[in-house]
């Protein structure tokens, strides 16, 4: 512990070194309308693209190749490039280096008061959690709306709404819009927000590129929304090759959408990882790290050493599309497998980007709805940094039908296999914290025990699927799609939503409506299994997955599924209801810690002040310990007035505020 | 790499917490210029792994063409002035850590011009190859290989040309001419800055000689 008990209560403020931040406030950063913000980077966003759609004319039309053709790559890319560029130039992601490049440092943020700070390119690593929590909700109500269109198509086996073209472009930009989203929507909103309140720390380690992850993870949203107007591209959420290298202008979007999408993973991964490695609280030793912050920490590492293959494989594939490489073009000396093989070895780990945070989060939730400490921390904290290792050695198994060498089957079932010990390990914590617990039944924790039902059958029919035999058998059926739906939708989407049922109070201070919630915790579980489980048996039956005509005899079980997810999605319209009802038109106050949570984020005053606490706490005991007579409390927060408990205080007293 | 520390974030910081937060800043830095030469030693491999794989494979006989060579002049350039920045950040970085500041900032601009020009060899070399991107996959993994190379000079080049220009405005923070170390934390964490850029720089000089060797002489 550096920090001692003895800590004064004034202090004499940092004098501002000649060459630190200047103080003053810029045009660009002025509070108010008349500044950079969402409506400059939507203008030069826009006006990038035609500059960079014009400059790709002027400088490739005049090739024969494209003459020919009557497409041009070169343009379809530079201004889908411009506009990022533009995007990021509007909302003020650019002023920083650029002020670097002459020698000097930001000007200090001003205070922004009111609502226009979220539209704004902020330090505050509070307001970009709060930013990425629309942000992501508006990737999975788009996604959402999709899977709609999906179903409707599917309720007639030889009656069309769509054409086959379009139905496949829906598929596909519906699986790649819920993939992106998916990777950072717990890292994204809740990482950002709680990782610095649950260490204990008063900001992030770097705070701009917090920021840009932020901003360019939305233009990445932006451009793999553009291939619709492309044309969209047929080749599904994995985007395999040489279908890729066929599609039109449409792919582009999605390859450039992955890359873009791939360095706003990497910078908010990289970003999170520094902090929770330097910025912990004095005493917070790594046994003593939250859950969540450990489920973080894994996938930060996943993000920031995964991601860059993905952002490979996607560069390639637009140097075959703009200046016609042959990476993935057979007849050229290039492989098709080589993209399957770059993509899945981001692809399988990107499954545990996934999962992981989800099951920090109900780690989180569940000792507090059951009073009992996490059962087996450290097995959960070594079966986190388990599965992030492992995860790098697993990915040929999405290669088992494509034409991996046969001898190399058993070696990758073996890895897959593997994998589940380490996953089995932190289920199985879950269990060993619920058992004998006196469970308060709350909804973040409704939605915990959900998640542990659906991830049970996904994490087994997972087992299967690692097997060669099974594998082969249900390659690209509804199978396979039922499964992963079980692992994301069932596992990570339900420790979301639990995350926000349990979270939002402090985030922004008001309670969700429990009745309301209630509603949409039922609607929700029972019909994601009323859509999903006869999808197995609809696969078993040998329904492909992306082919929107099916076997006459399957359409009583398309219907069923059909109905039930048209139910599935108005139980999330339940959820924005809530949302709206909760926070704008009836908002309630919620208390301090509605919960009676230990964790160090429910310690701080509400609303977080902008420096998180106003003393840094010292960490002088484990995090979950519930239930425990005369067991310390976590943190001293030096009598700062920001923690509920003293340094003397006990578990009892830190709960009673 | 490039946010720096500010002073006192929260109102009546302690010295003590000032100290802390500072610690864990030069921490930040030490850990993510390590974590930048991760990231990019992932990308740099799958660049790898693409060479390799499409050289194994040799699918219809087009890895490479009889006598497709990428320019060796250019590539010879670009090496030379990758390794000269690479040398120059190492050494300017032991002049400042004895406090010879003066030094830092002309091994500075000169390596950010050594930067500079590799990066025009490289994007010139682009205009100048004689064959065609698509004409083998030899030609596709370079001109992969010529992208990725682009943007860690460019990275590369920033990260120097900020500290060489920070440099110039903190000169006497930093101690000036005199051969002595500031203790100030502005002093301090520009030089764990520069510590990391240095290691960054150590990283592009050993992956500009493999790939050298992968796509000029092997």
């Known amino acids: 512990m550096t920090i001692s008990a003895e800590r004064p209560t004034e202090a004499t403020a940092g004098t501002a070194s000649p060459a630190g931040p200047r103080s003053g406030t810029s045009w660009t950063n002025r509070p108010g309308w008349m500044s950079q913000h969402l409506g400059t980077a939507i203008v030069l966003g826009f006006l990038g693209y035609l500059f960079g759609h014009w400059w790709g004319n002027y400088l490739a039309s005049g090739y024969t190749y494209i003459a020919n053709n009557g497409q041009n790559g070169v343009a379809d890319f530079l201004g889908l490039a411009f506009m990022v560029l533009g995007w990021l130039l509007g909302i003020g992601a650019l002023n920083y280096p650029i002020m670097k490049l002459f020698g000097r440092e930001a000007r200090e943020e001003a205070p922004v008061p009111g609502l226009s700070r979220y539209f704004r390119y902020t330090l505050d690593h509070k307001v970009v959690g709060m930013q990425y929590v629309v942000g992501v909700l508006m990737f999975l109500f788009t996604g959402g709306l999709l899977a709609m269109a999906i179903r409707t198509e599917l309720l007639n086996p030889t009656v069309h709404i769509f054409n086959p073209g379009t139905y496949i472009e829906i598929v596909s930009e519906h699986g790649t819009i819920m993939m992106m989203m998916a990777t950072s929507i717990v890292v994204g909103p809740l990482g950002n927000y709680l990782v610095p309140l649950m260490i204990g720390s008063r900001r992030m380690a770097f705070p701009r590129i917090e920021a840009f992850s932020f901003w360019i993870f939305t233009a990445g949203y932006l451009v793999i929304f553009s291939a619709l107007f492309y044309g969209g591209f047929p080749t599904g959420w994995t985007g395999y090759a040489p279908l890729q290298n066929q599609a039109g202008p449409g792919m582009i979007s999605y390859l450039f959408g992955f890359a873009v999408i791939g360095i706003g993973m990497i910078c908010a991964g990289f970003n999170i990882a520094v902090t929770i490695v330097n910025y912990r609280a004095p005493g917070m030793t790594w046994s003593r790290v939250p859950m969540f912050v450990w489920s973080i920490l894994a996938t930060a590492s996943l993000l920031t050493l995964a991601t860059p293959v993905l952002f490979t494989a996607g560069l390639f594939g637009i140097l075959d599309h703009v200046v016609l490489t042959s990476f993935y073009v057979n007849e050229h000396g290039g492989s098709s497998y080589l993209w399957e093989n770059l993509f899945w070895f981001f692809g399988h780990p990107e499954v545990y980007i996934m999962a992981l945070p989800g099951f920090g989060i109900v780690a989180e939730i569940v000792p507090v709805f059951t009073r009992k400490p996490l059962f087996a921390y450290k097995v959960a904290a070594a079966g986190m940094m388990g599965v992030a290792l492992l995860s790098f050695f697993v990915w040929q198994h999405h290669l088992f039908q494509s034409g991996i060498n046969p001898d190399m089957r058993p070696l990758f079932m073996l890895t897959t296999e593997l994998i589940s010990i380490p996953t089995g390990f932190i289920y199985l914590v879950g269990m060993g914290s619920l058992y004998k617990g006196k469970m308060r039944l709350e909804i973040p924790m409704l939605f915990s025990l959900a998640l542990y039902f659906n991830f049970l059958i996904g994490g087994i029919t997972g087992v299967f699927l690692s097997d060669v035999p099974v594998n082969v058998t249900v390659h690209g059926s509804f199978f396979v799609l039922s499964h992963f739906h079980y692992t994301i939708m069932g596992g990570l989407i339900f420790a979301f939503m639990a995350g926000l049922y349990f979270w939002l109070p402090k985030m922004t201070g008001r309670m969700m409506n429990k009745k309301l919630g209630l509603w949409h915790f039922w609607t929700m579980f029972i019909f994601f299994n009323l859509t999903f489980f006869p999808m197995f048996i609809i696969g078993l039956l040998g329904q492909p997955r992306r082919v929107f005509e099916y076997a006459h005899n399957l359409q009583g079980l398309n219907d069923f599924s059909s109905i039930s997810a048209f139910c599935l999605g108005a139980s999330f319209l339940l959820f924005f209801w809530n949302l709206m009802y909760s926070m704008i038109i009836n908002p309630q106050k919620a208390p301090a810690n509605p919960w009676e949570s230990l964790g160090l984020e429910w310690q701080t005053a509400s609303p977080v002040p902008v420096y998180n606490f106003e003393r840094i706490p010292v960490i002088v005991t484990e995090p979950y310990r519930y239930s425990e007579p005369g067991a310390p409390a976590y943190a001293d927060f030096g009598g700062g007035g920001s923690g509920t408990g003293s340094g003397s205080g006990t578990v009892g007293s830190s709960v009673q505020e | ?218």
């Open chain 2, 1 to 218: 790499m490039t946010d720096t520390y500010k002073d006192s974030l929260a109102p009546n910081e302690t010295p003590e917490e000032r100290e802390y937060e500072f610690r864990a800043h030069i921490g930040s830095l030490w850990t993510g210029g390590r974590l930048a030469i991760g990231i990019s030693t992932f990308l740099y491999a799958s660049e790898a792994f693409a060479y390799f794989y499409l050289r194994t494979s040799n699918n219809s006989h087009l890895w490479r063409l009889p006598g497709q060579l990428a320019p060796l002049y250019y590539g010879w350039t670009v090496l030379i002035c990758l390794l000269l920045m690479s040398g120059l950040a190492i050494y300017g970085q032991s002049r400042l850590r004895k406090g010879f500041t003066n030094d830092f900032q002309v091994t500075g601009w000169t390596g950010v011009a050594a930067g500079l020009i590799a990066l025009f060899f490289q994007c010139w070399e682009l205009v100048k190859l004689p064959f065609y991107p698509g004409s083998s996959g030899y030609s596709s993994t370079f001109m992969g290989f010529v992208v990725m190379n682009i943007m860690t000079i460019v990275f590369a080049t920033f990260w120097m040309e900020t500290t060489a220009a920070r440099a110039l405005r903190m000169r006497k923070e930093l101690g000036g001419t005199t051969p002595e170390l500031s203790s100030a934390h502005t002093a301090r964490s520009f030089r764990a800055n520069v510590s990391s850029m240095t290691y960054y720089m150590g990283f592009v000089a050993i992956v500009s000689v493999m790939f050298f060797l992968m796509f000029y002489v092997a």
